[in-house]
C-alpha cells in the first residue's frame, strides 16, 4: 500500500496548552482508520492542522507527496482531503439539498464529471439515507440528521481522504448503521477516511487501524483489539476520572 498522508513531528500549542506534541504517522491510500482519546487529547486540533483550518508551529504534513504543512483548507480540499466537523452549522434557512449542493460546488474534478452540484448532492444524500429530507429546511433536521447531512457534505467533496470528527455522536443504532455503510461503499470506490469517534466498538467495526491519542501525543498504534486492551489506552481513557485511580494519586 502507498503513503496517501505523511505526518511529521506535528506541533501545536495554545498559550501554555500542548494541543499537539510532536504528533507522526502514516496513512495508507485505501485504509480506514480510527483516532480514539479522551477528551482534550488534541484529536481535533489535529485534523485542523492537516486540513489546514489551524498552522502547526511546526512539523510537516505530506498529502500525495506535496507538502501542504499550512496551505489554505481551499487548495487542499483541491487535492483531495477535507475534514468534517464535530459541530454541523448549515445554513438553517436553505434546505438540505441546497446546503449539500453549496459544498458541491468545491468539488474535486467538478469539471469532469459533468454533475450538477444538485445531481451530486442528491447522490450523497441517498447514501446517507437523507434523500426523503432534501426539500426540507435545514432548521427542520434533528440531531442525528445534521450529522449526517455533515457526512454529505464531506463525501459530495469527491475526496481521497476525508477526515470525520465524531460522525456518530447523536446517532441512533439504526442511523450509525446507514453512515457505516455509506462509509464502507465510499471506501470500496478508494475513499480513505480518518475517524475520530467516542462510539469505541462502533468505530472498531470499521477500521483496521486505531491510533490513540492523550495529552498531545500518541500513546498507541496498533489494531482495534491491540489499542482497547492497551494499559496506557486504558489508563488515559479510566484513569483519571476513576476513583481507583485518583487514590493512587493519578
Ligand atoms: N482554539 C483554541 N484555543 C485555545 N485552546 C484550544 C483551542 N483548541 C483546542 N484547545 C485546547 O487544546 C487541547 C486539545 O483540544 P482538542 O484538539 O479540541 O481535543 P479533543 O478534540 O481531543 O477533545 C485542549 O486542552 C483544548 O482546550
Ligand atoms: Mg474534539
Known amino acids: ?12 500549542r495554545f498559550g501554555g496548552i500542548s494541543a499537539l506534541n ?8 485505501g485504509e480506514f482508520v480510527g483516532i480514539i482519546g479522551p477528551n482534550g487529547a ?3 486540533t489535529f485534523f485542523n492542522t492537516v486540513s489546514g483550518s489551524l498552522k502547526p508551529d511546526s512539523g510537516k504534513v505530506i498529502f ?5 504543512t499550512g496551505m489554505r483548507p481551499s487548495a487542499i480540499v483541491r487535492l483531495g482531503l477535507a475534514r468534517t466537523f464535530q459541530l454541523v452549522k448549515p445554513f438553517l434557512n ?10 458541491a460546488l468545491s468539488r474535486r474534478r467538478r469539471e469532469h464529471d459533468g454533475l450538477s452540484p ?50 456518530f455522536g447523536c446517532l441512533s443504532a ?21 475517524i475520530i469517534e467516542h462510539r469505541v466498538r462502533e468505530l472498531m467495526k470499521l477500521v483496521s487501524r486505531v491510533i ?12 482495534p483489539d491491540e489499542v482497547v486492551n492497551d494499559e496506557r489506552v486504558l489508563e488515559a481513557f479510566l484513569g483519571r476520572s476513576s476513583g481507583i485511580a485518583r487514590s493512587k494519586g493519578n
Do not use: Y
Open 212 to 223: 490513540a491519542l492523550d495529552q498531545g501525543s500518541v500513546i498507541k498504534v496498533g489494531t
Open 42 to 44: 488534541g484529536k481535533t
Open 94 to 103: 436553505l434546505s438540505v439539498l441546497e446546503n449539500v449542493a453549496l459544498a
Open 118 to 167: 444538485e445531481a451530486a448532492a442528491l447522490e450523497v444524500l441517498r447514501i446517507v439515507g437523507l434523500e426523503a429530507r432534501a426539500d426540507n429546511l435545514a432548521s427542520k433536521l434533528t440531531h442525528g440528521e445534521l450529522k449526517r447531512l455533515g457526512v454529505a457534505q464531506g463525501l459530495v467533496l469527491d475526496l481521497l481522504l476525508l477526515l470525520l470528527d465524531e460522525p
Open 174 to 194: 439504526e442511523e450509525i448503521s446507514i453512515v457505516s455503510e455509506a462509509l464502507r461503499e465510499r471506501s470500496s470506490l478508494g475513499v480513505s477516511f480518518v
Open 22 to 29: 510532536g504528533v507522526s504517522f502514516e496513512i495508507n491510500t
Open 64 to 68: 500525495r507527496g506535496v507538502d501542504i
Open 1 to 12: 500500500m502507498s503513503q496517501l498522508l505523511i505526518v511529521k513531528d506535528l506541533k501545536k
